[in-house]
Each structure stands twice: as C-alpha cells, then as structure tokens.
C-alpha cells in the first residue's frame, strides 16, 4: 500500500512563503501524476497543481499561477510545491496524491477523482 507523507505546512503572515514536500512510503511510484490539493473548512477539495514525473510536465490552478511552483526532486517520488506571496485565501489543509500511468496530458487535466493515492495532509495558516 502506498502511503504519501507530507511535510512542510506551518502558519506564515500574508507575503510569506512556504514549501510544502510529499514522499511515497514503502513503494516507488512508476510514471506517476503527483498532485497538490487544497481543502478549506466547508469548501470542496481543490486542485493546486500537478507534474507528471516522466517529463515533469506542470499544470497550475488559475488562482495560484505565477505563486506557486510544483518540481520534482531528485527522488523522482518526492514532489515540491514551493509557495510564495501567500495569502489569507491560500489557508487550508493541503494534501499530496498520486495515480500511475495516463500521460502527462491527462494529467494535466486530472481532477480528484483521478487521484488513487492520498497522504494525510498538512495545514497552512496564512494570517493578514
């Protein structure tokens, strides 16, 4: 069973930055989509961004383009959402997944339903 664990969230005033990491445990994920979600108190899960890791191709959020930046590390699993100029808005729990194979144009598009695999996530706090 994959698991993903998150680390990296923390509480931040508006203007900072944070990176959040996500790394599979107990498996080694093959051409995988790795997104980021975001889920604020008595809102729906919300895609952030996402990579496919075969050729690291990107997809962003309209609401966090030019923000936010998703990379892969060198552990092709482990997967980056460096966080910059964050606001109020941007405060919820944030969660890493991940499903194998489908190309990088699908992912690109992939919603959560996609996603087979989820960590636990990590909140962030982003006070005004």
């Known amino acids: 069973q994959v698991q993903l664990v998150e680390s990296g969230g923390g509480s931040v005033q508006a203007g900072g930055s944070l990176r959040l990491s996500c790394t599979p445990s107990g498996y080694t994920i093959n051409s995988a989509c790795m997104g980021w979600f975001r889920q604020a108190p008595g809102k729906e899960r919300e895609r952030v961004a996402s990579i496919y890791t075969d050729d690291t191709t990107t997809s962003y959020d309209d609401s966090v383009k030019g923000r936010f930046t998703i990379s892969q590390g060198n552990a092709k699993n482990t997967v980056y959402l460096q966080m910059n100029s964050l606001k109020p808005e941007d405060t919820a729990m944030y969660y890493c997944?991940?499903?194998?194979?489908?190309?990088?144009?699908?992912?690109?598009?992939?919603?959560?339903?996609?996603?087979?695999?989820w960590g636990q996530g990590t909140q962030v706090t982003v006070s005004s």
């Open positions: 997944a991940a499903y194998e194979y489908g190309g990088s144009r699908y992912c690109r598009a992939a919603t959560v339903a996609d996603f087979r695999y």
